[in-house]
C-alpha cells in the first residue's frame, strides 16, 4: 500500500500527539521545560538582581537573556538536525516534550471538588500550579473564575498553539514558541520584579500565543454561538486582555453564561482588567463545564486532522 507512505508526516504525528493528549496524563511531558525555568530563574538573578536600574537597563537585560536562550538552545537543536538521519523522530520528540497534557485539567477538577465540599483553603492550594495570582484572598466564586481563565488559556497555550507551530513550521518552530512560553512565563512582566525585564519575553510571546488563542476561541464559539461570543468581546473597551485573550474569554464567557475577567492582584499589586460578559458569577459546577468544552474543542481538532489525512489517503490511493 504505497500510498500510506505519502501521507504528510507532521499532520500524521500532531494527530497522534493529540489522541494521546486526549485520553492520557503524557508522563515526562513539558520535564526538560521545568528544568529551563529553574536555570531562567538563576539567569535572572545574575542578570537582574534587583529593580533600581532605568526601565531601559532592564528591559535591555531582559531582551539580550532571551536572545541569548534562543540562539544557543535552537542552535544546539538544528546541530542535532544536521547529524540525525531521522530528523522527523526529532520533530515527534519535540512535539511530545513540548506538548501540555491533562494534568492542568485534572488540578482544575480537583480545586472544583475542593470548592463543592466547602474547602476553601484546600482549593486555595490545589489552585497554585493554575494561578500566578494571589490566592489567599479568593472567595470561592474568585477561585472558580480564576481556574477557568487559566484552564482556558493553558489549553490554548499548551495544545492548540503547539500543534498550529508544529503545522507551520515543525519541530524547531515548535521549540521555538516553548522557549518563548516558558521564558515569558518565568520572567512574568505581571510581577513587580519583572515588569520591565520580562517585557520583551511577554510581547514576543503574544504575538507567538495569537493563534492558538483564536482558534480556541472560534471552537468555543462554535459549540455555543458566535453571535453571542461576538456582542461579549465588543460590549467591553480595551484595558488589560490583548484582543486574542479577549476574544478567547468573551467565549468563554458566553459558552459558560457567566461573567469572566476583573480585577486581579498580583505580588499585591491590583492589576484592573475589563469584565466580560453579562451571565451570573461563576461557581466550582462551571470549572467541570469549561473542562468539557475543552475536552470538546480537542474531539473538534482530532477530527478535522483525522479528515483532512483521510482526504489526502483517498486523493492519493485515487491516483496511484
Not at 544557543?72 to 519535540?94: H, Q, R
Not at 521549540?175 to 520572567?187: D, I, S
Request: aromatic share 10%; with cysteine.
Amino acid at each position: 500500500m504505497q500510498w500510506l507512505n505519502t501521507l504528510p508526516a507532521w499532520p500524521l504525528m500532531a494527530l497522534l500527539a493529540l489522541l494521546a493528549s486526549r485520553w492520557l496524563v503524557l508522563p515526562g511531558a513539558r520535564a526538560p521545560f521545568r528544568a529551563l525555568a529553574v536555570l531562567l530563574q538563576q539567569l535572572a538573578k545574575k542578570v537582574h538582581p534587583d529593580i533600581s536600574r532605568s526601565h531601559f537597563q532592564q528591559q535591555l537585560s531582559g531582551t539580550l537573556a532571551l536572545l541569548l536562550l534562543l540562539t544557543l538552545t535552537l542552535a544546539i537543536a538544528y546541530g542535532f538536525y544536521l547529524l540525525s538521519e531521522l530528523p522527523l523522530v526529532l520533530d515527534a520528540l519535540i512535539l511530545y516534550f513540548c506538548l501540555g497534557s491533562r494534568l492542568t485539567l485534572q488540578q482544575a477538577a480537583a480545586v472544583a471538588d475542593s470548592i463543592n465540599r466547602q474547602q476553601l483553603t484546600l482549593a486555595r492550594q490545589r489552585a497554585r500550579p493554575l494561578l500566578l495570582r494571589d490566592r489567599q484572598n479568593l472567595s470561592a466564586m474568585g477561585l472558580s473564575k480564576a481556574c477557568i481563565e487559566s484552564v482556558l488559556h493553558s489549553n490554548a497555550a499548551n495544545l492548540v498553539a503547539v500543534i498550529f507551530w508544529f503545522l507551520v513550521g515543525g519541530g524547531l518552530l515548535t521549540l521555538a514558541y516553548t522557549l518563548l512560553q516558558v521564558a515569558a512565563r518565568q520572567w512574568n512582566s505581571k510581577l513587580p520584579h519583572y515588569r520591565y525585564f520580562g517585557l520583551t519575553a511577554a510581547r514576543c510571546y503574544q504575538l507567538a500565543v495569537a493563534p492558538g488563542l483564536v482558534i480556541s476561541a472560534l471552537l468555543l464559539a462554535l459549540q455555543t454561538g458566535l453571535s453571542r461570543a461576538w456582542r461579549n468581546y465588543r460590549t467591553n473597551e480595551a484595558l488589560f486582555f490583548n484582543w486574542p485573550s479577549r476574544l478567547l474569554l468573551a467565549a468563554g464567557a458566553s459558552a459558560l453564561s457567566s461573567r469572566l475577567g476583573g480585577p486581579a492582584f498580583y505580588a499585591g499589586t491590583k492589576t484592573p482588567r475589563q469584565r466580560l460578559g453579562n451571565g451570573t458569577e461563576p461557581a466550582a459546577n462551571d470549572i467541570l463545564r469549561a473542562v468539557l468544552f475543552i475536552n470538546a474543542q480537542q474531539t473538534a481538532l482530532i477530527l478535522i486532522l483525522s479528515s483532512v489525512l483521510a482526504l489526502y489517503a483517498a486523493y492519493s490511493f485515487l491516483a496511484a
